[in-house]
């Protein structure tokens, strides 16, 4: 495919199609990244991300770990549309459940009934049974922030509280609800005053323990921190005299994924939970970025050996086609008696062919072994990733569980956070002009954190083996580059 290649009718790429949908011929206009370029600038928002780079690069085909650009050059895709498609580009079956369900019911209002709504309902329902014991109930809708937005009601509408609790660091989407519990200020500062903005407590960071604590000798300090707060009267968190705490629930990422891949140490979750059974507070599990094997197991709170109150999710429950999110709760939040109809809908929330994606997805991961491959790959991404580290001055920490792993960039006193480092990084692995066995290519990387020092590995959950030593090669021409 080069700058003048014609666009076949059967391949995905709408992008590039300007013709009418009457057309039947088969040579198409080609819209030059240029031309694009300069459309772009005068008719598009700058208020999306796509603009955070001057000159967003065009990307015309995908496919597996893979996305092609203009001159065809491959860039290993560590992102993954930012964690929602773990079983890589195309994926076959996916793709081949959507087109049948296009040729069965591809519409239907969403107040009438169909099979795979309900089919993916017991589906997600029984797993969370078989993993925690827990009867529940699913509820859809069309992306994160939105499932955010419906967990935040299913909280309110059962403890008749508007705060939360969240963490520094934390990332729960963008609408305005969701936006509460988000902790970067960066996200609210345009908007006004946020009067139900989440209480946020510390994640448990332990490269950059914000109480200056070592993890093998602090005895989860900051989670006493938490329960001294609790315990204190005038703390301004708990009423001790009617046993209420101004907060509903607990929002967490059992992987902080936006604020850099940050892994908690082992026990931290069951002491939290601890503190929040002791005081009445529920627990929301956010798995949008997280599930789906992301880190080995359909939710990454399994790790942990804690049962959640509610899920959230969304992003790879339909590999990116169709999208869709949606949030599991535990009878007692959910049962039609607490939560009855029309507390929460949205015109597309039960869309067939997210539903048929989603179905087909969980049918992938059910006939697999995804646990046992994801923590096998990701052990040995890791291994690399810590021979690399070894090697570069310029990694500060790396670290994993699964396939979500960490790379901090730092200055040369190996420690201190270093953005444009990591910014250059990015940059130059969308150059397109590293090499692998001899061929030309780029590679996709995402950053994340606190400090805006840490690239965040996302790959498919599907990548194979010499897919990883790729990724390795190509830190490695990019950290001997540019440290
Ligand atoms: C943990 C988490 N929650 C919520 C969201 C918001 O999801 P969306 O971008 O689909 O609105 C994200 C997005 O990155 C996320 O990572």
Known sequence: ?????????????????????????????????????????EYCTYGDKIHADSNPKVFRDCNGVFMYDSEDTPFLDLEMWFASCNLGYKNKRVRDAVVDQIDTLPQISSHFQYDYKVLLSEKIAKANIERFGTKGRVQFNVGGSQVIEDALKLIRNYTHKSRMFSFYGGFHGRTLGASCLTAGYRYRKPFGHFSEEAHFVPYPYCF??????????????????????????????????????????????????SGGYIIPPEGYFKELKKVLDDFGVLFVDDEIQMGFYRTGKLWAIEHYGVKPDVITFGKSLTNGLNPLGGMWAKEELISPEVWPNGRTHSTFCNNPIGMRAGYEVMKIFEDGDFEREVANKGKYFLAGLKDLEKRHKRIGHVDGLGLALRIECVTED??????????????????????????????????????????????????????????????????????
Do not use: W
């Not at 700058?3 to 199609?17: F, G, S």
């Not at 703390?235 to 994924?257: L, N, W």
């Not at 953005?419 to 002009?433: T, V």
């Not at 994340?448 to 830190?475: Q, W």
């Open 414 to 483: 190996g420690f201190t956070p270093d953005p444009e480092l990591l910014h250059n990084i990015l940059a130059e692995g969308l150059k397109g002009d590293l090499s692998y066995n001899g061929k030309k290519c780029g590679i996709i990387l995402n950053k994340g954190s606190h400090y805006n020092n840490t690239i965040t590995l996302v790959p498919a959950v599907t990548i194979t083996y010499e897919e990883i030593d790729m990724a390795l090669e190509l830190l490695d021409q990019l950290f001997t580059r540019l440290s």
């Open 208 to 257: 950059r323990c914000p109480y200056g604590k070592k993890c093998d000798s602090c005895n989860y300090y900051c989670v006493q921190q938490l329960r001294r707060e609790f315990e204190d009267n005038c703390a301004g968190i708990y009423d001790h005299s009617s046993k209420e705490c101004a907060m509903g629930a607990f929002f967490v990422e059992p992987v902080q994924g």
């Open 1 to 41: 495919m080069g700058k003048n290649m014609v666009i076949q009718e059967n391949e995905l790429l709408t992008l590039t199609k300007l013709n009418s949908e009457n057309d039947t011929d088969t040579t198409k206009h080609y819209v030059s990244d240029e031309e694009l370029a300069n459309i772009d600038k």
